[in-house]
């Protein structure tokens, strides 16, 4: 009888395994399908002037194997997409000087940990950004809301799940390396705030 009952428990906890492992079923979200569901803006405010920037380009996607966890990923701005409004000032914020598009063309963020956080309904992210070939820790709270194939049918986002990612950040550009020439600090702020609202699909190809 006592063995006949533990086969049944086993087979119970392997039955639920199972299931676990097919709910868990990997996607994979590719970022930066369609430029107006790619938005990256970033702020520099100092003494004289304030600098408002932003881009539509973003190359990534993230695996996610259920909607509690997003594992590991690398997300990548192109430098020379960063648009300030002013075709010279563009060309200064790529130059040597600054973000050095030539020698470090990409801006990265390698996300290696969100976990959703049910006290807040927001999910705490761990990950490396690097600038000009410096890098640095960088973690903090997003905004994540995932939307079913029926949904984004329903609301015509297009083909496939979707995903969408909110979260704003502040970058000192002295920490990656970048130094503020003399006589432009009260024109050029050391810190940047970036705010990121961006839709990932698991239907890349939405044509």
Same mark, same amino acid.
């Given at each position: 009888?006592?063995?006949?009952?533990?086969?049944?428990?086993? &087979?119970?906890?392997?039955?639920?395994?199972?299931? &676990?492992?097919?709910?868990?079923?990997?996607? &994979?979200?590719?970022?930066?399908?369609?430029?107006?569901? *790619? #938005?990256?803006?970033?702020?520099?405010?100092?003494? $004289? @002037? %304030?600098?408002?920037?932003?881009? #539509?380009?973003?190359?990534?996607?993230?695996?996610? *194997?259920?909607?509690?966890?997003?594992?590991?990923?690398?997300?990548?701005?192109?430098?020379? %997409?960063?648009?300030?409004?002013?075709?010279?000032?563009?060309?200064?914020?790529?130059?040597?000087?600054?973000?050095?598009?030539? #020698?470090?063309?990409?801006?990265e963020l390698e996300l290696t940990k969100v976990?959703?956080?049910?006290?807040?309904?927001?999910?705490?992210?761990?990950?490396?950004? %690097?600038?000009?070939?410096?890098?640095?820790?960088?973690?903090?709270e997003a905004k994540i809301k995932f939307v079913?194939?029926?949904?984004?049918?329903? /609301?015509?986002?297009?083909?496939? @799940?979707?995903? #969408?990612?909110?979260?704003? /950040?502040?970058?000192?550009?002295?920490?990656?390396?970048?130094?503020?020439?003399?006589?432009?600090? &009260?024109?050029?702020?050391?810190?940047?705030? $970036?705010?990121?609202? $961006?839709?990932? *699909?698991?239907?890349?190809?939405?044509?």
């Amino acid at each position: 009888m006592k063995r006949h009952l533990s086969t049944a428990i086993a &087979s119970i906890f392997l039955v639920g395994a199972f299931s &676990s492992s097919a709910l868990a079923e990997e996607r &994979s979200f590719t970022f930066g399908v369609h430029e107006a569901r *790619t #938005n990256i803006s970033f702020v520099g405010e100092a003494d $004289i @002037e %304030t600098i408002h920037g932003f881009t #539509n380009q973003l190359v990534g996607s993230v695996k996610s *194997t259920d909607s509690e966890l997003v594992s590991t990923a690398t997300l990548k701005v192109d430098v020379k %997409t960063l648009d300030t409004g002013i075709a010279l000032r563009d060309e200064h914020l790529q130059g040597e000087m600054w973000l050095d598009a030539a #020698n470090h063309p990409y801006i990265e963020l390698e996300l290696t940990k969100v976990t959703r956080q049910a006290s807040t309904k927001k999910w705490a992210y761990e990950g490396t950004l %690097t600038i000009k070939g410096k890098s640095q820790k960088l973690s903090g709270e997003a905004k994540i809301k995932f939307v079913d194939e029926d949904k984004a049918s329903k /609301f015509k986002l297009g083909k496939g @799940e979707w995903v #969408n990612v909110k979260v704003d /950040f502040d970058v000192k550009l002295t920490d990656f390396g970048v130094a503020i020439p003399e006589g432009v600090g &009260s024109k050029v702020s050391d810190q940047w705030t $970036i705010q990121v609202d $961006i839709w990932g *699909t698991t239907s890349p190809d939405q044509s």
